[in-house]
């Protein structure tokens, strides 16, 4: 299988749903947190920077999601905005809830931590009747984050949204995203990845989220090729397994595989990596390339991203990689 079809006729590219939270990220880098002083702001959540990664990509792109009612909380609405992303569907939370908070430590560009805030945070605070139908049905793509199905009712809103998506014909790309700070126990985890991963189009993950959402399925080898196969039986068209530095494999439903290369970079972080690979990926996707073409481009968005202080900052426009990519060759 070489290229996916999307949906012609609809008036958005891509909506995301899930996480929207605060990163701060050391400025001090190359030293632990506890001798970190000052940070920058930045709006963080996996699936609110690969909405920004798709928008300054060109892409026609909406969030639904759930906000803070504080300065944090109008502070991300109005980044999404000056993205040029649509937030008719992002809503406030009125019960007093609070926005998520990532403190990250640089020790070095291998050494990267991510100290979470989560505690009654508004994302997870979002209801089944506050998720826009209309938004999936007019969307070519539907972005589910895997935090976003960590505590209810977050987690019922994500399984509506995949049921609207399934009716209208939206392609859903399931992003695993794996914070473990954020589920009560492996079990419900894997019962939840998998009632999504079964109604997805696309599941992106590393090999360590793959063998979270699998525990129970007698996959003891850790195959790629089986962890793969057993998604073809139900929606998925592709399933992408990433193994850190020695690139990412991409399975489709037709048996075949494509192994992604890497592009060079001068590593400050490692963290927004996964998520600038989706961006650039689903991208190439919708441009109608062919598996390993958008491989390749998701793989120098994310080179331009791990080189950068920030994630959300960082996402590249359409120029700014095509530029990347006529210097550097892939490894």
Request: hydrophobic share 40%; net charge negative.
């Amino acid at each position: 299988m070489e290229r996916v079809s999307f949906a012609s006729g609809k008036s958005l590219d891509f909506v995301a749903i899930g996480r929207l939270c605060i990163d701060l990220n050391a400025n001090e880098i190359n030293r632990p947190m506890e001798e970190t002083m000052t940070f920058t702001k930045y709006v963080g959540g996996s699936p609110a920077n690969i909405a920004i990664g798709m928008s300054r990509l060109d892409m026609k792109t909406a969030f639904i999601g759930k906000v803070a009612d504080d300065q944090m909380g109008r502070f991300i609405v109005q980044y999404l905005r000056d993205n040029g992303i649509e937030t008719s569907g992002v809503v406030t939370d009125r019960t007093g809830a609070v926005t998520g908070l990532a403190f990250t430590e640089i020790k070095s560009p291998e050494d990267c931590s991510i100290l979470m805030y989560r505690d009654n945070v508004a994302d997870l605070k979002l209801e089944p009747g506050e998720v826009d139908e209309a938004l999936i049905a007019g969307s070519k793509v539907l972005l589910v984050s895997g935090t976003a199905l960590a505590k209810s009712p977050s987690r019922e809103a994500v399984l509506l949204a995949l049921r609207y998506a399934r009716k209208h014909g939206t392609k859903v790309v399931f992003d695993i995203d794996y914070r473990p700070y954020s589920w009560t126990n492996p079990q419900e985890t894997a019962i939840y990845y998998h009632a999504a991963a079964e109604k997805s189009d696309i599941i992106i993950g590393t090999r360590e989220e793959f063998d979270m959402l699998e525990q129970f399925d007698g996959n003891t080898e850790r195959s790629d090729a089986m962890t793969a196969a057993q998604w073809f039986g139900h929606h998925a068209e592709i399933v992408v397994i990433k193994h850190g530095k020695e690139g990412s494999i991409a399975y489709g439903k037709d048996g075949s595989s494509h192994r992604g290369s890497i592009f060079p970079a001068k590593v400050i972080k490692t963290f927004g990596a996964g998520d600038s690979y989706a961006a650039g990926f689903i991208y190439g996707l919708m441009q109608g390339w062919n598996i390993s073409r958008s491989m390749e481009f998701g793989s120098a968005c994310a080179s331009i991203v791990i080189s950068s202080h920030s994630c959300s900052d960082a996402m590249p426009k359409l120029n700014q990689v095509e530029d990347f990519m006529s210097q550097f060759k892939p490894v």
